[in-house]
């Protein structure tokens, strides 16, 4: 039989189909070019890609960015100037960031925000007219040149923002010291009233990904369940991943949502959700529902694994055993994928090492074939 390639795997198992091998993959996020990276995609490692299929016009308002120095730091302001007032967000960013991949620094850090778009009541109905005047526009270009230059080495996904909640819980409002339970308590209506404008203004999105060329539409949530707590995810984010699903389902697209914190409190929630695949779940050390029960409770859904990056901190022995035992457990390794890294870059060494394990795991997986593949290790 003829092998798999990379992207026939990883859409075999989104698919609920059976590979030939448990299909991995490297973000492209966090992907060091070069030697290891080359040997390890030459055994089988994949690629994943996400790109938008849409640019954003903001329209009536005017945006401006300064390089500040705030409390000894230097920080980039971005103010947004509308007929009802400003709001601005104040930036850090280490060096590097914007010449490296998806505005990261050379350490794979993101720019982080000292001070939110949103810091009072004041500032939603400035926020809301933003949102009320932004447009999105199909392009549908980086995604067919992410195609191209591809092929057959992976996926390439059309990546969304965070939903409306998690817009505001992690984007403009912000969770550190509690701001965005604050907010939600002390102002109700102003939260629930700009949750709903973004909600709307977000529905031509979900057309314009719908005709995408991309596969899979991917939703980077970053679901937590200490932050979003199991009725605030009832309540706000399953009426949009339903809405999501049916206008993705009606075109034949996948949606994945990225889910890569403590998902415990959650886990029968999510199986009440139209979601296809539950991207970076990251079961223990780092998360709290292991893969084997994930597995058994969402029959109807697809597992993206993140290996967590707390075991590669340990170096390549420990990352070695972790891999194992992560094999044992989801036999025989059907909707399954495993990405090497969902939030940090991975050393050569661990690459190397996740690499020799999983470029063996040939499906269905079994306990003899695992215990081959410890044996040939050793």
């Not at 990883?10 to 059976?18: D, Q, T």
């Not at 992690?170 to 939260?191: C, M, N, Q, T």
């Not at 399953?238 to 999501?244: D, G, H, V």
């Not at 020799?356 to 795991?361: G, H, P, Q, R």
Request: aromatic fraction near 8%; proline fraction near 7%.
């Amino acid at each position: 039989m003829t092998e798999m390639t990379r992207r026939e795997r990883i859409l075999r198992a989104s698919y609920k189909e059976r590979a030939d091998k448990l299909p991995f993959f490297h973000n492209w996020r966090h992907l060091q070019t070069g030697w290891a990276e080359r040997e390890c995609r030459n055994r089988g490692m994949g690629i994943s890609w996400a790109r938008p299929s849409y640019v954003v016009k903001i329209h009536d308002v005017d945006i401006t960015e300064q390089r500040l120095e705030v409390d000894g730091q230097t920080v980039y302001r971005r103010t947004y100037s509308t007929p009802l007032g400003s709001v601005y967000l104040d930036e850090r960013r280490e060096p590097g960031t914007g010449e490296w991949h998806g505005m990261r620094s050379w350490r794979d850090v993101t720019p982080w925000q000292t001070e939110r778009l949103i810091k009072g009541p004041e500032d939603y109905p400035v926020v809301k007219y933003i949102v009320e005047h932004t447009e999105y526009v199909p392009d549908y270009f980086p995604i067919e040149q992410a195609k191209d230059w591809l092929g057959e080495e992976g996926i390439v996904m059309d990546i969304h923002p965070h939903q409306p909640m998690q817009t505001l819980m992690i984007d403009w409002i912000g969770s550190e010291g509690g701001r965005f339970f604050i907010h939600h308590a002390k102002y109700p209506d102003l939260v629930e009233d700009l949750c709903q404008a973004i909600a709307k203004s977000r529905e031509p999105l979900y057309e314009i990904a719908a005709k995408s060329p991309a596969d899979i539409i991917w939703c980077g949530d970053n679901i937590d369940g200490v932050l979003v707590n199991p009725r605030l995810f009832e309540k706000y984010f399953m009426p949009e991943y339903e809405k999501m699903a049916k206008v993705f389902h009606e075109h034949g697209k996948l949606l994945a949502v990225h889910m890569d914190g403590r998902v415990g409190v959650l886990k029968d929630l999510i199986a009440r959700t139209p979601i296809d695949i539950i991207e970076a779940l990251h079961p223990p050390p780092m998360g709290d529902l292991p893969i084997g029960e994930a597995l058994s409770l969402w029959q109807d859904k697809v597992i993206w694994v993140g290996f967590p990056g707390s075991v590669y901190s340990l170096g390549p022995e420990a990352t070695k055993k972790h891999a194992l035992n992560l094999l044992r457990e989801v036999v025989p390794g059907e909707r399954l994928c495993i990405a090497m890294s969902t939030e940090n870059i991975v050393s050569n060494e661990n690459l190397l090492m996740l690499t020799s394990v999983l470029e063996k795991a040939e499906l269905p997986l079994t306990q003899e074939k695992i215990d081959q593949i410890e044996r040939s290790l050793a």
